[in-house]
């Protein structure tokens, strides 16, 4: 079992409209989550991170996470074609606590005009 | 967040020579860094660890020999791709690790063997 899964889409949604990314893991000692934005052939840059149950918004960003059925979700709301690109949910270190985060395939999101 | 360089941004080598990477931690004081490789429509790799002032821990699958890291100082790291042969040519990006365990990402660089 993978330890991060997202449908990697591509997700399409018409501009102003919400768009909902959802991240699923397997790791319940994970303690640390995070929402990265990848555009394409750029590096990845980090939009939100949170780490307790419930939501946390940032602008037109929402993460929510729900540890007990083990999923993170990020909304995007009055979505725009600049938010088009790729979409990464890693987990963070759990009681290893080495650092690394362990990244999954990602969700391609298209906003269309 | 932390600013990341890296250098250079591209390269093109011919196969079997040596390509070094830089990646700079600009207003961070990087304990550690980390190391990945993209391929096309692929996610990120990790491919090693890097500590400052002591020895990479790689990935499992990883040539130590073949991907040299030195991070000699708290915002320098390095990493050199031994005898660089056409496979080895990908998006190679560092991050720098925050105290709170977020990661900062290097621009990145594209390297191309031919």
């Known amino acids: 079992q993978k330890e991060v899964e997202q449908n990697s889409g591509p997700l399409s949604v018409p501009e102003g409209a919400i768009a909902s990314l959802n991240c699923t893991y397997s790791d319940r000692g994970s303690q640390s989550f995070f929402w990265y934005r990848q555009y394409s052939g750029k590096s990845p840059e980090l939009i939100m991170f949170i780490y307790s149950n419930g939501d946390k918004e940032d602008g037109r960003f929402t993460a929510q996470l729900n540890k007990a059925s083990q999923y993170v979700s990020l909304l995007i709301r009055d979505s725009q074609p600049s938010d088009s690109a790729t979409y990464l949910c890693?987990?963070?270190?759990?009681?290893?606590?080495?650092?690394?985060?362990?990244f999954g395939q990602g969700t391609t999101l298209q906003v269309k005009p | 967040g932390a600013v990341v360089s890296q250098h250079p941004s591209r390269v093109i080598c011919k196969s079997g020579t040596s390509v070094k990477i830089e990646c700079r931690s600009l207003?961070?004081?990087?304990?550690?860094m980390f190391w990945y490789r993209q391929f096309p429509k692929q996610s990120l790799m990790l491919m090693a660890t890097s500590n400052e002032g002591s020895k990479a821990t790689y990935e499992q699958g990883v040539e130590k020999d073949k991907f040299l890291i030195n991070h000699a100082s708290l915002t320098l790291s390095t990493l050199t791709v031994t005898s660089a042969h056409p496979e080895d040519s990908s998006f190679y990006i560092c991050?720098?690790?925050?105290?709170?365990?977020?990661?900062?990402f290097g621009p990145g660089t594209r390297l191309t063997v031919l």
């Open positions: 207003d961070f004081q990087a304990t550690t």
């Open positions: 991050s720098v690790r925050s105290s709170y365990n977020e990661q900062f």
């Open positions: 890693p987990l963070g270190p759990g009681s290893s606590n080495t650092g690394k985060l362990i």
